[in-house]
């Protein structure tokens, strides 16, 4: 099974900041990545496919990047509601497979 | 609009089974393969696999074969999954995703609003 790590586990940041999360594969999976955003109690919901294509929607302060092993989340600037869980997965190889997330909190 | 109505929370002894369902509407039922996602409370996402619902084909994860069954039911636009010898870690919110493939790629467009299993004697 393909092990996707994410990091940090968390993070404390503040409105306006400029936040980088990673998720790194523990093989190479192409650009065969998603990023969804959960807030809790609530379904995840679609961000980036494709590693870096903006869902329909989604504001542009996302953006994602990589390919291979190494990948990328960025906000430019977090808003309020940003503030949420964020998990990327991987659909290159079966089974499909999580990052264990990256908590966004406010500082 | 697409909407995915599933059933609701359940508590089960160990032991047994359960059978979530996952009602669609607002898109052609046959037209995307659905998949379902598990999250124990306070942890992450885990994928159990897939049902096509035009062939009735699936694909689980190795982890859950032989436990977990996903049918549907195209009369009545319905996923199900069923999930047997439940065991006190299988308590978890159930969602169902329908998966759309756009350019090559694919990801997770609707989700269901989800099921709480809690597996408690």
């Known amino acids: 099974d393909i092990q996707m790590t994410q990091s940090p586990s968390s993070l404390s940041a503040s409105v306006g900041d400029r936040v980088t999360l990673t998720c790194r594969a523990s093989?190479?999976?192409?650009?065969?990545l998603g990023w969804y955003q959960q807030k809790p109690g609530k379904a995840p919901k679609r961000l980036i496919y494709?590693?870096?294509s903006l869902q329909s929607g989604v504001p542009s302060r996302f953006s994602g990047s990589g390919s291979g092993t190494e990948f990328t989340l960025t906000i430019s600037s977090l808003q309020p509601e940003d503030f949420a869980t964020y998990y990327c997965?991987?659909?290159?190889?079966?089974?499909?497979?999580f990052g264990q997330g990256t908590k966004v909190e406010i500082k | 609009q697409v909407q995915l109505v599933q059933s609701g929370a359940e508590v089960q002894k160990p032991g047994t089974s359960v059978k979530v369902s996952c009602k669609a509407s607002?898109?052609?039922?046959?037209?995307?393969?659905m998949h379902w996602v598990r999250q124990a409370p306070g942890q992450g996402l885990e994928w159990m696999g897939w049902?096509?619902?035009?062939?009735?084909?699936?694909n689980y994860a190795q982890k859950f074969q032989g436990r977990v069954t996903m049918t549907r039911d195209t009369s009545i636009t319905t996923a199900y999954m069923d999930l047997s010898s439940l065991r006190s870690d299988d308590t978890a919110m159930y969602y169902c995703?329908?998966?759309?493939?756009?350019?090559?790629?694919?990801?997770?467009?609707?989700w269901g609003q989800g099921t709480l299993i809690t597996v408690s004697s």
């Open positions: 494709a590693a870096s």
């Open positions: 607002g898109y052609t039922f046959t037209g995307y393969y």
């Open positions: 995703a329908r998966v759309r493939l756009y350019s090559g790629t694919y990801y997770f467009d609707y």
């Open positions: 049902i096509n619902p035009n062939s009735g084909g699936t």
């Open positions: 093989q190479g999976i192409r650009n065969d």
């Open positions: 997965l991987q659909h290159n190889s079966y089974p499909w497979t």
